[in-house]
């Protein structure tokens, strides 16, 4: 077994559910949560500067699922009625769940990673005004239907730290 085959396998041993529920966080999808999570370990490991110890491979593969999960182009899932057509009260899970998966993404980059608008860029590679326009309608579509979460549009736009702290543990450096 190869070198790059150890640390794959180290890797998934020691962290596939972290990264799973990881990707399943920016996505809100099972099954394309598991397509971010294969692109990017094509991505991760499918080059010849691969990581060399899982702790590098687990930031590799973040980074490489946050690219991956706002090129993901899928429409929401359809709302689902009660059945006398009646309005049912909104959860969050179900809003959370009907955004765009992009802005999904970015949001939890934003409230969950804690990046502002500019790492978020770094990151994925969109420009600010795509990144800004997805957070500003996730943002209004939240705040409509959930104003007790008290969002606010200047906070998802300028707050955040601007870059992730890598804090490797034991390894080679």
């Not at 943002?139 to 870059?163: C, F, I, K, N, W």
Request: proline residues 4%.
């Amino acid at each position: 077994m190869s070198h790059w085959e150890k640390v794959l396998d180290a890797t998934m041993q020691a962290r596939a559910a972290d990264l799973f529920a990881y990707a399943h966080t920016l996505t809100g999808d099972d099954a394309v949560a598991a397509r971010v999570v294969e692109d990017a370990l094509a991505a991760v490991f499918g080059r010849r500067g691969y990581p060399r110890t899982v702790d590098e491979a687990v930031v590799a593969l973040e980074h490489a699922m946050r690219r991956a999960a706002v090129r993901v182009h899928e429409a929401p899932s359809p709302g689902t009625d009660t059945p006398d057509g009646a309005d049912r009260a909104s959860s969050l899970p179900d809003d959370l769940h009907h955004l765009p998966t992009r802005e999904r993404a970015l949001l939890a980059m934003r409230y969950v990673d804690g990046l502002a608008v500019a790492a978020i860029g770094e990151e994925t590679g969109l420009h600010r005004g795509a990144i800004e326009t997805a957070l500003t309608h996730a943002v209004e579509e939240l705040a409509a239907t959930h104003p007790d979460l008290r969002l606010s549009l200047e906070d998802a736009l300028e707050g955040g730290s601007l870059a992730q702290d890598e804090v490797t543990i034991g390894g080679d450096r």
